[in-house]
């Protein structure tokens, strides 16, 4: 990468202004990385767009001079999809952060990409609605991010993710072009769905500058239960049973044995340690048909062996209860400073099969690994941890996500279920995808991107 | 190259997950990673490898602007302290010729006891009462406190029964510690320790986590900590407050619900949106960049003055400057009262 000509920042600064043109050493390193660990690249420049006029004159000016641009909103991913890996400039969103709208007549918002997720559903709240996507970076992650990887969360098995609840965008072609995909109907099949296809395209194709997102009525009331489990193979036919029986309930995550005793050693909530599996299960809705599936799910993993069983009696300790499931990070991440935190998923009866797999390959490869997740959907997090210097636990580590990783697959699962391909994962993608499709892929991005200079190194560059 | 800047396995816990960023009130202003605390422990880290230079202007800048309320440490998944990284970044950037000449006047002063004594009897703060009592509570007079708000003391002194007041008290080396001189912040955080041995009170939160941090947890008492334990009887006032939290007593040592509880007693409160948000003064922060204090300070004294209160209460002396400033320039009708004299009025009602 050749560093940018003083003509290209003069250029850039006359678009944003020379306050939102960043250039010096200091001030690219700290766009040089995200929340993905071990991976680092500096940009030449940063620049801060905040219109979507700006945005344009600065992709027209990329592609004029074929810089390599990549889109950035609060930098909390964990697949490095936010870096520049071949130099040229980050577009940071961050200032494009106005909700313009919150409309409980038509069920919807529209809000700038630089929106965090919380602070959407805390507008939608406010009108007593709900926006149901939650991953858990929402309080960092922007409305946009949450599109370009099309974000998922603890809801996932009963509300869908961040694409459920895309009706439309404004977006900016590479070359310049202002588009608006969709709109504010459900409804609408006039052409292809390149809404869709925007959703989760990690900023390969074009830059998202508004987001139109459906919303929910707002759910009266919501319980929280725990069960224990002395393998996760008993929590995972209590599993099968509860989404057998009829229920799709708003809330299914299980912690493993090594993140039960990692959480109670941070945070001493007085979980049974001596379980092989707990499952945080809850619902909402209306008061009287959340107890009714409460009183039917607890009575599913007393069947299916449970040794233990918490119901919250009412919001705090639901709270309370909660926090297992919350607390998993920061627990993990106190056992060693590198963490490393996966996503791949798998067919829902097949949880227990992967996680016995996940141990297996950690075990040989002599690495801390915990898993935790959502068995509503098969989305598990195996969590490996280890110190920076540890150069032999880095590189068991790295095998061992190989080995996962074609383990999923041949589970008939996945590399990634919500955190994106990134940089990070981009070598597992074609295993996932087949020769074919990726090919499919690189037409996609060149008919979108002709220049190729958008987040060059990610899917389909 | 790496130089040791930083302790180093503090600096190794952050994972960049970037949970700090929405409760950075820098952050929120910029809206900018290179002034996030996530950001700026990039930029330390880049500092201790050597992939920036000493006198990097974003190095400069960033350890500056950051008004160091560690408002980033409760809301870290992976427990980075950055406070103490931070008091690590300045005495590094400030050495020698490099420390903004305000600070250095404010570290050299600060450090002046019989001035701090002349200065407290002159504005009438509470009187001292000589030597330690050895099994007395002992309140701490600060230094900006007794002379700017010598009412404070005096207030906290008709309720804390039995307290004494320990003369040749100094500064607690808190706003050397800030400023790029931690070693004069430990060594005048000791000797405050030995001229007060055993408890010790005071009415500055920033005071209580700067004392903590070197005399230990147990000795050291925020006022309402100690009010909240002890047997005083207060009667209801007919007024509407809130609080301004202190950073480091709520983000430092975690103490938010034993003012409130006082508050609730005492008076009609409400919690302001903000109110666990700097407010700017940030320890010397709103002398050092006044400009950058004010526009942290602009939002939060829009919502005081929607809330309709009669006072805004607050428990360190920062603090208590920065807004009354702010209101005054508005010309705002609430008050700002320290939270002792609020319970001295709740406690003595011929006061």
Redesign the interface.
């Known amino acids: 990468m050749v560093p940018l000509a003083a003509s290209f920042l003069d250029r850039l600064r006359a678009i944003a202004g020379a306050d939102h043109v960043?250039w010096?050493?200091?001030?690219l390193?700290?766009?040089?990385?995200?929340?993905?660990?071990l991976h680092r690249a500096v940009p030449d420049a940063v620049v801060?767009p905040a219109t979507t006029g700006e945005v344009a004159a600065i992709l027209k000016l990329a592609t004029e001079t074929g810089t390599p641009v990549t889109p950035r909103g609060?930098?909390?991913n964990l697949a490095a999809a936010t870096l520049a890996e071949h130099g040229g400039i980050v577009l940071?969103l961050?200032?494009m952060?106005r909700i313009k709208e919150v409309s409980g007549d038509e069920l919807l918002a529209v809000v700038e990409p630089?929106v965090?997720t919380?602070a959407l559903a805390a507008a939608a709240a406010r009108a007593g609605l709900l926006y149901p996507p939650d991953p858990g970076?929402r309080?960092?992650s922007t409305v946009g991010g949450n599109v370009a990887t099309c974000a998922g969360g603890l809801r996932g098995l009963k509300y869908g993710v961040t694409r459920n609840y895309v009706l439309g965008l404004e977006a900016v072609l590479p070359t310049g072009e202002v588009l608006r995909t969709g709109g504010r109907l459900w409804k609408d099949v006039a052409g292809y769905d390149i809404t869709r296809l925007l959703t989760g395209s990690e900023g390969t194709l074009a830059v998202i500058t508004e987001v139109t997102v459906g919303l929910l009525p707002m759910p009266p009331t919501s319980r929280t239960g725990i069960a224990y489990f002395d393998s996760l193979a008993d929590a995972g036919t209590a599993v099968t049973a509860i989404i057998g029986s009829g229920i799709l309930p708003a809330t299914l995550e299980f912690l493993d044995q090594r993140c039960i005793e990692a959480v109670e050693q941070y945070a001493q909530l007085g979980l049974d340690r001596e379980a092989g599996a707990l499952l945080l299960y809850g619902d909402d809705g209306a008061e009287d048909a959340v107890r009714d599936t409460m009183t039917r799910m607890a009575a599913a993993c007393t069947a299916a062996g449970a040794r233990g069983i918490e119901l919250a009696q009412d919001v705090t300790t639901s709270e309370d209860l909660l926090a297992a499931r919350r607390c998993c990070?920061?627990a993990l991440?106190?056992l060693a400073?590198?963490?490393m935190l996966e996503d791949v998923t798998v067919p829902r009866p097949r949880i227990a099969e992967m996680v016995a797999t996940i141990e297996d390959i950690a075990a040989r490869h002599g690495v801390v690994c915990a898993t935790f997740g959502h068995a509503g959907d098969g989305n598990l997090h195996p969590t490996i941890v280890f110190?920076?210097g540890d150069e032999a636990a880095r590189a068991g580590a790295e095998r061992a996500f190989d080995e996962i990783f074609h383990a999923a697959l041949k589970l008939d699962g996945t590399i990634t279920g919500e955190h994106g391909v990134g940089a990070a994962k981009r070598p597992w993608l074609e295993h996932r995808l087949g020769a074919d499709q990726m090919a499919l892929l690189r037409r996609l991005k060149a008919a979108f991107d002709p220049a190729g200079i958008l987040n060059p190194g990610k899917l389909g560059s | 190259m790496t130089i040791n800047v930083f302790d180093p396995q503090s600096l190794?816990?952050?994972?960049?997950?970037?949970?700090c960023?929405?409760a950075c009130p820098t952050y929120a202003l910029t809206?900018?990673?290179?002034s996030?605390p996530?950001?700026?422990i990039?930029?330390m880290r880049?500092l201790q490898d050597g992939?920036?230079a000493e006198d990097?202007?974003?190095?400069r800048e960033?350890s500056s602007f950051c008004l160091g309320c560690r408002a980033c440490e409760p809301?870290c998944?992976?427990?980075v302290p950055y406070g103490e990284l931070l008091e690590q970044w300045r005495d590094h950037q400030w050495q020698g010729r490099r420390v903004p000449l305000k600070a250095l006047v404010l570290r050299i002063g600060l450090r002046l006891r019989a001035a701090l004594a002349l200065g407290g009897r002159l504005r009438r703060a509470a009187p001292t009462t000589g030597a330690a009592a050895p099994d007395a509570p002992h309140l701490m007079l600060g230094c900006a406190e007794r002379v700017l708000f010598p009412n404070v003391s005096r207030s906290a002194r008709k309720l804390v029964d039995g307290v004494d007041v320990p003369a040749g008290q100094g500064c607690c080396g808190a706003l050397h510690a800030h400023n790029g001189d931690s070693a004069t912040g430990r060594r005048l955080a000791l000797r405050l320790g030995d001229a007060m041995p055993g408890q010790i009170v005071t009415t500055s939160g920033g005071c209580a986590a700067h004392l903590v941090a070197h005399l230990g947890r147990d000795r050291v008492s925020e006022l309402s900590e100690f009010v909240s334990d002890s047997w005083i009887r207060f009667r209801r006032l007919d007024v509407r407050v809130a609080l301004q939290d202190s950073c480091h007593l709520r983000n430092g040592l975690g103490t938010a619900r034993a003012p409130r509880d006082l508050l609730r007693q005492v008076a009609d409160y409400v919690e302001l949106p903000s109110a666990g948000a700097c407010c700017g003064a940030a320890g010397t922060y709103s002398i050092l960049r006044p400009k950058d204090a004010a526009r942290v300070l602009a939002p939060k004294l829009d919502e005081i003055e929607a809330a309709g209160l009669d006072y805004l209460v607050v428990v360190n002396p920062g603090c208590q400057r920065q807004l009354i400033a702010g209101l005054r320039a508005r010309r705002s009708a609430v008050r700002v009262i320290h939270l002792a004299e609020l319970l001295a009025m709740a406690a003595h009602p011929e006061s």
């Open positions: 960043l010096r050493p200091g001030d390193e700290p766009y040089a990385r995200d929340a993905t660990p801060a609060a930098g909390s940071s961050t200032r952060n630089g965090s919380a970076s309080t960092v990070l920061p991440s106190r400073p590198i963490t110190d920076p | 190794d816990k952050c994972i960049s997950c970037g949970f960023l929405p809206q900018d990673e290179r996030s996530r950001g700026r990039t930029l880049a992939r920036l990097d202007p974003t190095l960033q809301v998944p992976a427990g």
